[in-house]
């Protein structure tokens, strides 16, 4: 007797669900895509623990007749492609035609549906994929689909369900995606008696974000169209103090996705401005051709494959490097003092002067004041929400306080300048290497046997910063030059910061990485320290060097360089406004 044998066509269907159906999520977005493939303008999610005991889709699409919903819970059965040529260019959210039939196999399943204009519906109930009854029955226009005790048929699949509570997060997860992808159709998402999420339909993603995520000052704009694609969508600010992490939701043709192109663009775009790590809060949307891009690569339709990778790759990059260069300052927002009423002051006498400006150790002289604020004419900076501001002075010499016309601007000194020097030191990395300082005594440096190795390993990328370093013995190194931006002794503590740095870094990172910290941290130990007193000029120099950086809210390594006081802030706080 042969060892092939053909499987029956109930098990074939039940290993054929395992690649469609993974939870009680995978029914949702299947169903829902139904639904927005059938011109749904309003669709309604229920479930019951999570989805394990129910799911049910509601939506008022075009319905279908008798023989079509029949055909639907067949294998192999679409409405939406119909030869092969229609893989390469396809529009719609489902084309696989296994998702019903697949559904259907491991659950009690249940359709009813109406075809727009007809008299009456079809009700169609499987259990476990056999057919158990066919009707003609009143029903509104669109369609219902129930899906109750997935997996009852197969015990071991359902083990592995979570929690009730899990698996509604994964339900809430994907509706919140699909409404945000589909901002004109209405979505409700209800979990036994309570209702988890509510939009109505809008009429920008604007809307749609607000009803998902609230007020969200915090994200910047990203619009961006070229060589056919257009990409529109919100990504967190460089100088938001949230969570490093983030909610992304990536859009292919109105299509969620996970794809290792857009999600490295991503990073690649942040990591031109910081050094820190992060996995931004990112909301896009990518348009492009449907021949452009290969849906057909994944069983649940989560992967696409770009005809011009590298191009997808550029455009992303591109437009959140964009953003990002627009990005915001912090606000801050006063709380007005309750004190006491202060006593009537006493009238000015005869010849006292009542109010001015003094001479102080930042602005000696008002002749200087004068010629110093016109000397800061407004030129085109790289970063045009910083505008051309005027310092006032320092707090605790190490913040300095600094106005224009939309309010007063607080700048970390040390953190505006590391900025200031990073983006120089990597301009000029592009045009050869940094300035170095030969020393008449090399420095003897003692570090650990893992920073050793991570530096000589480095030694090259050392160089064309100024560092020339060598292994001394043991996990000693000899260093005979150093930049020119540091002095000796910062360039003892620089070296062994890199050490640190450089170790975290995998030894697979492209060199452009290593450059970035390396610059970062030469940057960071070159830059102006707290506690230290600055001249008018200093503080004037540093502003106007800020004004010019592509980057100018945080710091290489995601600090932020300064919060404003805005002007409405501060009218709103004297009851101006």
Known sequence: MGKINRLPSDLANQIAAGEVVERPASIVKELVENAIDAGATRVAVHIELGGKKQVRVDDDGEGMDPDDARLAIERHATSKIRRADDLAAIATMGFRGEALPSIASVSHFALRTRAR?????????????????????????????????????????????????????????????????????????????RTVLQCPPSVSMRDRLFQLYGDRADLLEVRKEAAGIHLTGYVAALAEQGPTRGPQNVFVNRRIVKDRTIAHAIIDAYSMASIKERSPEVHLFIEMPPDAVDVNVHPTKAEVRFREQSLVHE???????????????????????????????????????????????????????????????????????????????????????????????????????????????????????????????????????????????????????????????????????????????????????????????????????????????????????????????????????????????????????????????????????
């Not at 940057?523 to 004004?547: G, Q």
């Open 117 to 193: 204009g007809q008299q009456s519906g079809t009700d169609i109930r499987v259990n476990g994929g056999t057919i158990a009854s066919i009707a003609e029955v009143g029903a509104p226009e669109g369609t219902r689909v129930e899906v109750n005790d997935v997996f009852y048929n197969l015990p071991a699949r359902r083990k592995f369900l979570k929690s009730d509570g899990a698996e509604s997060a994964q339900v809430s997860r994907v509706v919140t995606q699909l409404a945000l992808a589909h901002p004109a159709i209405g979505f409700t998402l209800t979990s036994g008696p």
């Open 315 to 577: 455009v992303v990059r591109r437009a959140v490097m964009d953003a990002l260069g627009q990005g915001g300052v912090p606000q801050l927002q006063l709380r007005p003092e309750t004190m006491a009423a202060p006593p009537a002051a006493n009238a000015p006498l005869p010849g006292i002067v009542g109010s001015g400006v003094y001479p102080n150790r930042w602005i000696p002289d008002l002749v200087r004041l004068k010629a110093d604020s016109e000397s800061l004419a407004p030129r085109e900076p790289l970063a045009p929400l910083i505008k051309p501001m005027i310092p006032l002075g320092q707090f605790r010499d190490t913040f300095i306080i600094a106005i224009d016309d939309e309010g007063v601007a607080i700048i970390d000194q040390h953190v505006a300048h590391e900025r200031v020097l990073f983006e120089r030191v990597m301009e000029r990395l592009t045009t050869g290497r940094l300035e170095s300082q030969r020393l008449l005594i090399p420095m003897i440096v003692d570090v650990s046997v893992a920073e050793h190795d991570s530096l000589t390993a480095r030694a090259a990328e050392l160089q064309q910063f100024g560092f020339d370093i060598e292994s001394f013995g043991g996990s000693s190194l000899k260093v005979t030059a150093v930049p020119a931006l540091l002095d000796v002794n910062d360039s003892t503590a620089a070296l062994l910061a890199l050490a640190h740095d450089l170790e975290g870094l995998d030894r697979g990172a492209k060199i452009q990485d290593a450059l970035q910290r390396i610059a970062a941290t030469t940057a960071c130990h070159a830059a102006v320290k707290a506690n230290y007193p600055l001249s008018y000029e200093k503080m004037t120099h540093i502003l106007e060097e800020l004004r010019a950086t592509a980057y100018s809210t945080v710091c290489p390594h995601g600090r932020p360089v300064m919060l404003r006081l805005t002007r409405r802030e501060i009218e709103k706080n004297f009851e101006r406004i």
